[in-house]
């Protein structure tokens, strides 16, 4: 089981060593070449493939060269003394260190957040193994222009964001030629895929061989369900549901059962999707069929093919209205009506027995993408609920994975997508009805959201109270007081 957002860390890292070319080539040979490396999340792994290569001068240059997601390093530095690894990095998620010991084609250690500001609380061990069965036979020029020929005909914008795709190549391919290692290599490319300014377009390779650097753990031997979707009563009146993915499948639908059959009577409920990266439509459809009494559109999907069909340059040129409609909670289910018809109005709604009626609150923060992002504005425009929280990344479109020469793999945004009103997430995110800052060590959105509830009591459930709006109005809550 991985962790969707940490499915993007980066350690690209420089570790000081010896001037001397002795201890330069000695340490190459206990370091350099790829790693398949997992590291343990409190209730999954990540694992990745990283290439460390040790330079003449006895610097040592390490990637990661699996998938990064929204995840990116600003700084990171490290050294080598005998076998002992250390390493530190700035990333976007805060900064992180890393120790570890190396044994021969092994490697063991711990990682773990650093600063009072960073926002990563967990910490665990990380593992490694030394990749002798990976050999690439494809010269790096074949391997760029059968992953440009992929992004050439699938890429969701049919004008690639206004980037001419002819230029990017004479720019980008003897630089790729010239590669003198894989992550070298997968530098350029990203440089290159970043130009396109766009989300769920990646490069990467995938870890093989992982299976015996995983541990035994009773909190990661849970199904992915009950990982990723829990509940409890915060308070006689509050219940609160926790989605850390949106996964797929029977079971996932029958767990949002469960969840609003023992919360569905509450007056008031939070639902927490704050670091959710996204996923498929199960949970989302079923949370939609508790929210909305009768069906009602959420969102609408097109593929390079709907719009040659609908003799459109862009979705914006498109009538939402004139598109037939998929209600449906499989995700292999849209792809089939999709490859079909090439553009979908996505409904949900009315099939719940017993509809929520209480007020909602939905926890948002910086790192929710894709579908989490869709859910919570289909909230925010519908009024289904209120955001509380901070700005969503701006990371929503429609991805699948190719196959790349030389046992790389591409993912490519393939759909893209509007709320019902016409609404662009991508790039844009959604932003909260109230916002909160984040303080470390203090969940400060749910104390707020709490804070909202109360403050949105009924009046007849409280005496002097104010109405429900004062708490976005200034003005309204003096006017109030008065």
Same mark, same amino acid.
């Given at each position: 089981?991985?962790?969707?957002?940490? &499915?993007?860390?980066?350690?690209?890292?420089?570790? /000081?060593?010896?001037?001397v070319v002795a201890q330069a080539k000695a340490r190459s040979n206990v370091l350099s070449g790829r790693?398949?490396?997992?590291?343990?999340? %409190?209730? @999954? $792994? $990540?694992?990745?493939?990283?290439?460390?290569?040790?330079?003449a001068n006895g610097d040592v240059v390490g990637t990661v060269l699996g998938q990064l997601g929204t995840f990116r390093i600003e700084e990171a530095t490290g050294r080598l003394e005998g076998n002992k690894l250390t390493m530190s990095a700035r990333t976007s998620y805060g900064k992180l260190k890393l120790s570890a010991t190396l044994n021969g084609d092994s490697l063991n250690g711990k990682w773990s957040p650093t600063g009072f500001f960073s926002p990563l609380f967990f910490k665990g061990e990380v593992r490694g193994l030394r990749d002798k069965t990976y050999v690439s036979s494809k010269p790096r020029q074949v391997i760029f222009d059968s992953l440009l020929s992929q992004i050439e005909r699938n890429f969701y914008s049919p004008d690639f964001n206004g980037v001419d795709l002819d230029a990017l190549r004479q720019r980008y391919r003897p630089l790729a030629a010239a590669a003198r290692c894989d992550g070298e290599f997968l530098t350029i490319v990203r440089k290159m895929l970043a130009e396109l300014h766009s989300s769920h377009l990646e490069f990467f390779a995938e870890a093989t061989g992982t299976g015996e650097l995983y541990k035994a753990n009773p909190r990661q031997a849970r199904s992915a369900e009950a990982a990723h979707i829990r509940w409890k009563k915060l308070t006689p009146a509050v219940g609160y549901l926790l989605i850390e993915s949106?996964?797929? %499948?029977? =079971?996932?639908?029958?767990?949002?059962?469960? /969840?609003? /059959?023992?919360?569905?009577?509450?007056p008031a409920l939070v639902i927490d999707v704050r670091g959710n990266g996204g996923g498929t439509l199960s949970a989302a459809m079923r949370i939609g069929d508790y929210l909305f009494t009768e069906t009602r559109p959420v %969102?609408?999907?097109?593929?390079?093919? @709907?719009?040659?069909?609908?003799?459109?340059?862009?979705?914006?040129g498109i009538d939402p209205a004139t598109l037939p409609t998929f209600n449906g909670y499989d995700p292999d289910e849209l792809g089939r009506e999709m490859e079909r018809t090439g553009a979908l109005m996505v409904t949900t709604g009315g099939r719940a027995g017993k509809p929520y009626r209480g007020r909602l609150v939905v926890l948002i923060d910086e790192y929710c993408d894709s579908m989490t992002e869709a859910f919570v504005s289909v909230v925010k425009e519908t009024r289904a609920g209120t955001l509380i929280g901070r700005h969503t990344s701006g990371a929503m479109l429609g991805a699948t994975t190719f196959a790349v020469e030389g046992g790389w793999t591409?993912?490519?945004?393939?759909?893209?997508?509007?709320?019902?009103?016409?609404?662009?997430?991508? @790039?844009?995110? &959604? @932003?909260?009805?109230?916002?909160?800052? $984040?303080? =470390? %060590?203090?969940? &400060?959105?749910?104390?707020?959201?709490?804070?909202?509830?109360?403050?949105s009591e009924p009046a007849t459930k409280r005496q002097g109270s104010l109405p429900w709006w004062s708490v976005f109005s200034p003005t309204a809550r003096a006017e109030a007081g008065n």
């Open positions: 089981m991985k962790v969707s957002f940490f &499915v993007s860390i980066c350690f690209a890292v420089i570790l /000081a060593g010896s001037p790693w398949n490396v997992v590291f343990d999340m %409190g209730e @999954g $792994y $990540y694992e990745t493939p990283i290439e460390f290569i040790v330079e949106f996964d797929s %499948g029977p =079971q996932i639908v029958e767990r949002v059962d469960k /969840a609003f /059959a023992e919360l569905g009577d509450l %969102g609408y999907l097109v593929d390079r093919l @709907g719009l040659a069909r609908l003799n459109a340059r862009s979705i914006d591409l993912m490519i945004p393939v759909w893209d997508f509007r709320t019902p009103k016409r609404v662009r997430v991508e @790039g844009v995110g &959604v @932003g909260p009805d109230v916002f909160v800052k $984040y303080r =470390q %060590g203090k969940d &400060v959105d749910l104390a707020a959201a709490l804070r909202f509830l109360k403050m």
